[in-house]
């Protein structure tokens, strides 16, 4: 009998080591059998997929894939968190977000998983005059308030210290942040304002209130304008790094400055992509603090984004923010906001908010996310993406400090520019549903009871533009909606099945999904003389279309139809207007259907 060495993995002990190149030529094998006749590193190569910014994740890593020491946690570059313990002691700081004054809700959420505020006010948000009672019955030595006022930081800011001192609160207990962000509030409104103001704040701060930072480096004006993880990075950093100049030409020095600045990003449901870009920033942040011989770390605030959140079919969003939260939270964020579901629609009702808050305080309690500091570090995927991101959001900065830093690049319309080519690219994918968005352009849900909210206060804008991923989609659903207002039905297509069910199932499913993604309803039943539709798109496979495509086509004008679609790559069919396959621009398809149709 042999005897097995107790290694921990004895069954797999007598097994060969398989070589990467084995792997390769399975991989050669399988893709010949697709029509793919590539080998070793193109075989490779084909499976790999081109991201933004040039990052490209290929579909295995090995030890062979090496990044640049991670370091430990709480010690430069942070790329494994910016303190010793992580977030192991609490979990991270779960940050609601308000703009308006609610009855209860910011009670309710400090009373039911929340540990911290934020606040807007101004313009777009709470009156400045109704801070006091936005924070009635609040501990506020013990519940941390960050404010977002825009122009009216100064007012704002002056009302919670007012109140921190009519409520008795020591200088040395008050946490939290001032949200001073004027190149956040030039890119959304496009108008400058002066620094001054903000380093009196920084300056008061660093001299009365030691846990109290003055100013925000918000990334999410460039993330919403449609920039790319390597340009929100980068437009921070050079944001941050204008902020350290202007803070130490005022008298603060470069450790003071430093300590004045919380940086906010969006975490997307692009899981790993957002665990790298926290780890990056701190990365990339650590270089810069370098360089001013600040010691410390860059201080987190995650934020799921607003461009993933959808308005059809709004409850697949509790699932993108609870993805964006868990990577959120493995890439180490120090402080997160679960927007709730119905963000997109207006204000959040009690039933929301209570969702976000438990998206956090299942992760952390129950799923015991916070338990282990960086538990994506030593993978070789994350590790390679983190590096690849942070090079690539390096050499944006460079450009944009080339250029005259960050107010010079917004005051150009060069940062306008570079993120609207990258939302272009980008929206040629949604077109073609390259990026999917489950529930408006994959599997949409066109008898949704509409979700209904009361609307939230307009935000600051005239600026960079707000972008949204459904976009495109809820301007065809839009106009299919006006038309069953005005007439008691949607808009038709009928889908002509050839053959048994065996055959055109596929099809018809596909091009189901598809006209619904632009408020179009498939009949796919009866005649086409009863089916109350224009036109119709065949469905079946290749071998009858061949038999009776042309033949289906001629019945279905004779009996009145003014459009015939296949459900097919292209081909020659006498009789086929137009093609309808995976990757065709769907956008374009709807949007020309229904301005057959008439509906505007």
């Not at 991670?70 to 303190?83: E, H, Q, T």
């Not at 109704?130 to 002056?158: M, N, S």
């Not at 077109?431 to 489950?438: D, F, G, L, S, V």
Request: aromatic share 6%; with cysteine.
């Amino acid at each position: 009998m042999t005897v097995l060495p107790d290694d921990g993995l004895s069954l797999a002990a007598e097994f060969p080591d398989a070589t990467h190149e084995q792997w390769q030529r399975l991989v050669e094998g399988v893709l010949r059998k697709s029509g793919k006749e590539v080998s070793g590193e193109a075989a490779e190569d084909a499976l790999s997929t081109t991201l933004e910014d040039g990052l490209r994740t290929r579909p295995l890593y090995t030890a062979r894939d090496a990044a640049p020491d991670p370091g430990l946690p709480g010690f430069a570059p942070y790329v494994r968190g910016s303190r010793p313990e992580g977030n192991t002691a609490g979990g991270w700081d779960v940050r609601t977000r308000h703009t308006a004054l609610t009855e209860d809700a910011v009670l309710a959420d400090l009373e039911n998983g929340g540990t911290s505020l934020w606040l807007v006010l101004g313009e777009g948000g709470i009156p400045v005059d109704g801070l006091g009672r936005a924070l009635e019955g609040v501990y506020l030595d013990l519940a941390p308030v960050v404010l977002d006022a825009g122009r009216d930081t100064g007012q704002a800011a002056e009302a919670l210290l007012r109140l921190y001192a009519d409520r008795g609160v020591d200088a040395e207990a008050v946490r939290g942040n001032l949200g001073g962000d004027p190149l956040g509030y030039e890119a959304r409104t496009g108008t400058p304002l002066d620094f001054a103001p903000y380093a009196a704040l920084a300056a008061r701060c660093a001299g009365q209130y030691p846990g109290l930072r003055a100013l925000t480096v918000d990334a999410l004006p460039y993330h919403e304008a449609g920039g790319s993880a390597a340009q929100e990075l980068g437009a921070s950093l050079a944001t941050g790094v204008a902020y350290l100049r202007d803070l130490t030409e005022a008298g603060l020095s470069p450790e003071q400055a430093a300590a004045q600045l919380e940086f906010r990003y969006a975490a997307t449901a692009d899981q790993f992509l957002t665990v790298a870009k926290l780890r990056a920033a701190r990365r990339l942040w650590a270089r810069v603090a370098e360089v001013c011989a600040v010691p410390g770390a860059q201080v987190q605030h995650a934020v799921t984004s607003p461009v993933m959140m959808t308005r059809r079919d709004p409850w697949v969003n509790m699932l993108r923010t609870t993805v964006a939260t868990l990577a959120a939270g493995v890439g180490g964020a120090d402080s997160v906001t679960v927007l709730p579901f119905d963000h997109a629609l207006g204000l959040p009702d009690a039933f929301s908010r209570r969702i976000a808050r438990n998206t956090s305080t299942i992760l952390i309690e129950e799923s015991h996310l916070a338990r282990v500091i960086d538990p994506a570090g030593g993978s070789w995927y994350v590790e390679q993406l983190t590096d690849q991101l942070a090079q690539a959001a390096w050499e944006f900065f460079r450009t944009i400090e080339r250029d005259g830093g960050q107010a010079a690049v917004l005051r150009s319309g060069r940062l306008r520019t570079d993120l609207a080519t990258t939302w272009a690219e980008r929206s040629k994918k949604l077109a073609k549903r390259r990026e999917p968005i489950t529930g408006v352009s994959e599997f949409p849900f066109l008898a949704e009871k509409p979700v209904e909210r009361e609307p939230a206060p307009e935000p600051p804008s005239g600026g960079l533009p707000r972008v949204r991923r459904d976009e495109a989609y809820e301007e065809l659903r839009a106009r299919s909606d006006a038309h069953l207002a005005a007439t008691g039905a949607r808009p038709r297509v009928f889908l002509a099945t050839i053959g048994p069910a065996a055959a055109y199932t596929a099809r018809a499913t596909f091009a189901a999904n598809l006209f619904q993604a632009g408020g179009v309803e498939p009949v796919t039943e009866g005649r086409f003389e009863d089916s109350g539709a224009t036109e119709a798109v065949l469905c079946s496979s290749d071998a009858l279309y061949a038999e009776q495509a042309e033949r289906t086509a001629e019945s279905l004008r004779a009996a009145g139809a003014r459009h015939v679609f296949l459900a097919g790559r292209p081909a020659e069919y006498a009789g086929i207007d137009s093609y309808v396959f995976a990757g065709c621009d769907a956008v374009a398809v709807l949007s020309a259907t229904l301005d057959r149709m008439g509906v505007s």
